[in-house]
């Protein structure tokens, strides 16, 4: 709405409301879910899905999205879930086959932040399909980014699978495995989908996070600490029975292991909480700098620019989903580009906040 315009001759008090102000504190972390299976229902779209007798409703009776969404809602009362069928090429009805390409055409500009699949894609150009979606929604044009979920319950299985290239070289990708809880894929899909969106602060590891509506495993599947290590380091997120008997989450890693530039081995991104931080601050710069679209390419404006991206940053700071922003606020420039006298080049220092994950201690006995 425009202020109040200049040169009106009526005696009056005129009051405009403008709602694109700075605000004091941080946007929410809001998750939407999106629920991808293989059941044998046509769909053009998504539809939201609120429990297991919805999903009945909407999707078919006994369906594997009712058994997502049943563990999603024991895990997360909260959370904000949605379903697709994957679609089917039945230009053979001999040989009908899954068509991802065209389910993804269908998701890309829907905005689901967390995707879970009931079951793992193929090796190869199912798996190269699900990659490039991330990286696409994900990238600086599209910024809808998203996480995907994909569950196992063979640790081999799961290990095998995340040291394929594409999927080793993504830090959106996380591999839940169960070891032994053979036909509930669905449900620690569902569950572990949950858990991710039940994040108001993405700095926060998920260790322990129990995962409700998956069935415990018999103790003759519980992994070792070599194979369990392993596990982790090969980039698969490893589910075990908690003390109460309830499956939890030992530590949420994303399959990234490698620089999918240079190739070498890296570890910036090992959990999945640095995409969810990483998104959120990029959220939360968007929005403060989205408050006023139209600015002159001055200096002050750029002054100004730049004082708002570093009250975000210093906000993100305080809240501990970054850090060591006033150390590195020289490193937070806003500078007119060089060839493009209409464009700005913003550089912003996102040193994330990582969790405590291992406590190494020494007793000094004396």
């Known amino acids: 709405m425009p202020p109040v315009q200049a040169g009106i001759k009526t005696p009056g008090i005129y009051t405009d409301v403008n709602i694109n102000t700075q605000r004091a504190g941080l946007p929410s972390n809001e ?8 059941d044998a229902k046509i769909m053009t779209q998504p539809v939201a899905i609120y429990d297991e007798a919805d999903a009945a409703d909407k999707i078919v009776a006994n369906s594997k999205v009712g058994k997502m969404i049943k563990a999603a809602v024991k895990t ?3 959370v904000d879930a949605y ?8 230009t053979d009805p001999q040989v009908p086959f899954i068509d991802v390409d065209e389910t993804l055409d269908i998701i890309s500009p829907l905005g689901h932040t967390i995707i879970a699949l009931n079951s793992a894609p193929t090796v190869g150009d199912q798996t190269m399909a699900w990659t490039d979606h991330l990286h696409f929604v994900s990238d600086a044009i599209e910024q809808r ?8 319950t063979d640790i081999d299985a799961a290990t095998a699978f995340a040291a394929q290239a594409p999927i080793e070289t993504s830090y959106r990708i996380v591999v839940a495995c169960y070891h032994g809880a053979t036909g509930q894929e669905a449900e620690i899909a569902g569950a572990m989908a949950a858990a991710l969106a039940d994040s108001n602060d993405p700095a926060v590891p998920f260790n322990g996070v129990n995962l409700g509506g998956v069935e415990p495993v018999e103790d003759r599947y519980k ?32 399959t990234y292991r490698k620089n999918p530039d240079t190739g070498l ?8 909480n640095g995409a969810l931080t990483i998104d959120y601050v990029r959220k939360v710069m968007r929005t403060a700098a989205s408050k006023e679209r139209r600015r002159k390419n ?4 750029r002054r100004n620019l730049r004082s708002i991206f570093l009250a975000e940053a210093l906000k993100l700071d305080h809240a501990e989903i970054l850090q060591n922003v006033k150390a ?25 906040v990582r969790g405590m994950h291992v406590v190494a201690v020494t007793l000094n006995v004396y």
């Not at 998750?31 to 293989?38: A, G, M, R, S, Y």
């Not at 379903?83 to 039945?90: E, F, K, M």
């Not at 081995?265 to 999945?272: G, S, V």
């Open 31 to 38: 998750h939407k879910v999106l629920f991808v299976t293989d």
């Open 76 to 78: 997360n009362r909260l």
């Open 83 to 90: 379903a697709i069928t994957l679609a089917v090429d039945n």
């Open 145 to 152: 980014p998203a996480i995907l979920v994909i569950p196992f």
């Open 223 to 254: 992994l070792t600490f070599e194979r369990q290590e392993r596990a982790l380091k090969a980039g698969v997120c490893v589910i075990a029975t908690g003390a109460d008997g309830k499956p939890e989450i030992v530590r949420a890693v994303s």
């Open 265 to 272: 081995a890296d570890d910036l991104m090992l959990d999945i």
């Open 298 to 301: 001055t200096a002050p404006q």
């Open 328 to 352: 590195t606020a020289d490193q937070l420039t806003v500078t007119e580009d060089a060839t493009d006298r209409y464009r700005v080049n913003v550089s912003i220092p996102a040193d994330w």
